[in-house]
């Protein structure tokens, strides 16, 4: 699987738009993009996927590149409660069984009033 | 529906002792997997099953057993506790939509000490 690099820390002011960028240079044709969260030590949540087209769902918007060689995960509105350590993953996972999703160290995002 | 449960949340081994960790879930999800998660660090995969009857391993799989009797179980088996298998274990299921498993959904961890 792909390595990713994603800045170690971000701030944001809660009811802005959150943008988490990530560089995934090496993916490769088959591998998806997966962004997930860990708030304090629970369980990772899924927030969104995407292969080369923009993806949007009720928590947020993936932004990929057209050369599929970064991404963004834009939180429209945040709020305290985004406040998490957020990881962006690329992986095979979607089509094959034990492709693991490779968790780096992620960016934590702190939402402040 | 509860989503995925782990049990115990919280344990203590001393080295040497084995136990199992239990996972759980209720949505008739045919892929389950083990991840662990050390101080500081990501996930890292120790085994995974796309059914059951069917397991395999991931990268990390040295000294955990596991079993898939069942669909709704799969659970984590430490045959002898190591001080280097302190960490917070997490399970996560996951299920095809067509030929494609869609995004896992995880539980809420179990975290053990092995002193």
């Known amino acids: 699987d792909a390595k990713t690099t994603q800045p170690p820390s971000m701030d944001c002011a809660e009811g802005r738009a959150a943008n988490l960028p990530c560089n995934h240079s090496t993916i490769s044709g088959n591998e998806y993009v997966y962004w997930y969260r860990q708030i304090h030590s629970q369980g990772p949540q899924y927030i969104i996927h995407g292969l080369k087209n923009n993806e949007t769902n009720e928590m947020a918007s993936l932004i990929i590149t057209e050369d599929r060689k970064s991404s963004t995960l834009i939180l429209p509105h945040a709020t305290l409660r985004d406040t998490a350590v957020y990881y962006c993953?690329?992986?095979?996972?979607?089509?094959?069984?034990?492709?693991?999703?490779?968790f780096g160290k992620g960016t934590t995002l702190s939402v402040s009033s | 529906n509860a989503g995925v449960t782990q049990t115990p949340k919280f344990q203590v081994l001393k080295t040497g002792q084995s136990m199992t960790l239990q996972c759980a879930q209720d949505?008739?999800?045919?892929?389950m997997s083990w991840y662990r998660q050390d101080p500081g660090m990501g996930l890292r995969l120790i085994h995974y099953s796309v059914g059951a009857g069917i397991t395999d391993q991931g990268e990390v799989p040295n000294g955990y057993n596991v079993s898939r009797s069942t669909t709704e179980d799969f659970p984590l088996r430490l045959l002898s506790a190591a001080p280097s298998q302190t960490s917070v274990y997490f399970c996560?299921?996951?299920?095809?939509?067509?030929?494609?498993?869609?995004?896992?959904?995880f539980g809420p961890g179990t975290r053990l000490t092995v002193l």
């Open positions: 993953i690329v992986s095979n996972a979607i089509n094959q069984a034990g492709s693991a999703l490779i």
């Open positions: 949505m008739n999800h045919e892929y």
């Open positions: 996560a299921s996951s299920f095809r939509r067509g030929v494609q498993y869609n995004e896992q959904f």
